[in-house]
T-cell receptor
């Protein structure tokens, strides 16, 4: 069964460093998303991406965040200068069409120290 | 903005029994979708069931069914014949049918299944 794949599963980084979280969406999917979940809290939307551009972003997704689909298969989330409060589980999701459900990856646990 | 509320932080059920998880939402839209996602200890988000707002019939998926009350903006999940593998965090989620495709999640309900 096709699935969304995220790497790495766990990333530890020092405050102020840049990190790139990687996702390989399901191959025929056209809509891509990043969500995050701070430990013990609800899952929050960060950004959606369609047709090689951001289609929607939340207030959390400020200038330190960026997304890219560099090669037609990967979908990345970059955090330019990490802060302690960026520590969270980051989920990538993809959807085939506007009316189908989103499938989530297994998440990347980001720990900023 | 849409909001989703799960008022039960924790629930427990005996194996083989039935449990109902509550969810309410607030929206001014008429076209939307509702979902229940399961998050086991591995923390992966797994879709359990989905309901389109325009459908009056409640969605069912094997042991999982929903009670969708559109006027009351209520969307509860019923798990029948609970199994140990059902133990997880359950999130209710909303998606607009017209404006954007983000999911808005509730706070989650931690379900424990007792043997």
């Amino acid at each position: 069964e096709p699935e969304v794949t995220q790497t790495p599963s766990h990333q530890v980084t020092q405050m102020g460093q840049e990190v790139i979280l990687r996702c390989v969406p399901i191959s025929n999917h056209l809509y891509f998303y990043w969500y995050r979940q701070i430990l013990g809290q609800k899952v929050e939307f960060l950004v959606s991406f369609y047709n090689n551009e951001i289609s929607e972003k939340s207030e959390i997704f400020d200038d330190q965040f960026s997304v890219e689909r560099p090669d037609g298969s990967n979908f990345t989330l970059k955090i330019r200068s990490t802060k302690l409060e960026d520590s969270a589980m980051y989920f990538c999701a993809s959807r085939e069409t506007e009316n189908t459900e989103a499938f989530f990856g297994q998440g990347t646990r980001l720990t900023v120290v | 903005a849409q909001t989703v509320t799960q008022s039960q932080p924790e629930m427990s059920v005996q194996e083989a029994e039935t449990v109902t998880l509550s969810c309410t939402y607030d929206t001014s839209e008429s076209d939307y979708y509702l979902f229940w996602y399961k998050q086991p200890p591995s923390r992966q988000m797994i879709l359990v069931i989905r309901q389109e707002a325009y459908k009056q019939q409640n969605a069912t998926e094997n042991r999982f069914s929903v009670n969708f009350q559109k006027a009351a903006k209520s969307f509860s999940l019923k798990i029948s014949d609970s199994q140990l593998g059902d133990a997880a965090m359950y999130f209710c989620a909303y998606r607009s049918g017209t404006s954007g495709s983000r999911l808005t999640f509730g706070e989650g309900t931690q379900l424990t299944v007792n043997p």
